[in-house]
């Protein structure tokens, strides 16, 4: 008996010339990889003849304003964690609700019980919309 073998070949254009290969993955990965080569370094050009063109004078401010970003962001994810985690406790959230009702109430008591008082608050205002917003 004798047995057939079948070879599959592929066929790949290179330029305008026809070359044949045997199917091999490995032929197949290596091509992907020096593609994927070329791809790389044209950005990484492109990326460098781009930062070539920033004025870095600018930057700087631009380097701040991110900067206080990140560090908004950052405390307010810290915060939250915070708050999420004391209300995780029984007794606080309660607590905290009636420590916030209780200086309410102070305040409105020292600044609303009478109307000397709260002609001084609303002077008191007045002068600081005056003063921040002209």
């Known amino acids: 008996m004798t047995e057939t073998t079948e070879v599959k070949t592929e066929v790949h254009e290179v330029g305008s010339e026809a070359t044949e290969s045997p199917a091999n993955p490995l032929g197949d990965l290596k091509d992907a990889a020096s593609d994927f080569k070329e791809r790389y370094s044209e950005v990484i050009g492109k990326v460098n003849s781009s930062l070539e063109g ?76 005056q003063e921040y917003l002209g």
Do not use: M, Y
Request: glycine share 10%; proline share 3%; charged share 15%.
């Open 54 to 129: 920033v004025d870095w004078n600018q930057v700087g401010r631009i380097g701040k304003s991110a900067g206080i970003l990140v560090a908004v962001i950052v405390a307010q994810v810290l915060i939250k964690g915070v708050l999420d985690t004391i209300n995780l406790l029984p007794v606080v959230p309660g607590l905290l609700e009636l420590l916030g009702v209780v200086v309410v109430g102070n305040w409105s008591w020292n600044n609303l019980s009478t109307s000397s008082k709260r002609d001084q608050l609303i002077q008191q205002v007045n002068k600081l919309r």
